[in-house]
């Protein structure tokens, strides 16, 4: 075996152990994902990267539902399929949660629409501009 297949067999080894890390871990290395790809099929809760962020780093998304990518499900425009993770300003970007899982908890502060957001109600799936968040002003 060469050195090459030996990178490619080690990449591949961290891309399937950094699929077991939290969001907040996972932004710090989304390079190590994945782009995305036409015609895989994809598993729940899988890291993949499509496109740049604002700061031009690769966009890190995860997989809502599992299934086998289209060319026009692309994950910047297929919400239902691809949660986007990001951050802005230090806080995370609100997304909209798919359960209770990964719902946000009382406390947790998000950006939203350029504004930061704490969370007045345990297990909220709803925006910021809906229901159980108050404006978060830094202190």
């Known amino acids: 075996m060469n050195k090459l297949q030996l990178a490619e ?3 591949r080894a961290l891309q ?4 077991s890390l939290d969001n907040e871990t996972a932004m710090e290395v989304a390079t190590v994902f994945p782009a995305w790809e036409v015609g895989k099929a994809y598993k729940i809760n899988e890291y993949l990267t499509y496109g740049v962020n604002s700061v031009g780093d690769p966009q890190l998304y995860q997989v ?5 990518s289209q060319a026009d499900w692309t ?3 297929t919400p239902s399929l691809y949660k986007a993770i ?3 300003g230090g806080y995370p970007v609100w997304s909209q949660p798919v359960g209770t899982e990964d719902a946000y908890r ?6 939203f629409e350029n ?4 969370c007045t109600s345990d297990y909220n799936v709803y ?3 809906v229901y159980g968040w108050e404006i978060y002003e830094e202190v």
């Not at 504004?115 to 704490?118: A, D, M, S, T, V």
């Open 16 to 19: 399937l152990f950094a699929q």
């Open 106 to 111: 009382i406390g947790d502060i998000v950006s």
């Open 127 to 129: 925006p910021p501009n």
């Open 9 to 11: 067999q080690f990449r």
């Open 115 to 118: 504004e930061l957001y704490i």
């Open 86 to 88: 990001g951050i802005s």
């Open 64 to 68: 809502l539902m599992g299934h086998t």
């Open 75 to 77: 994950p910047d425009i």
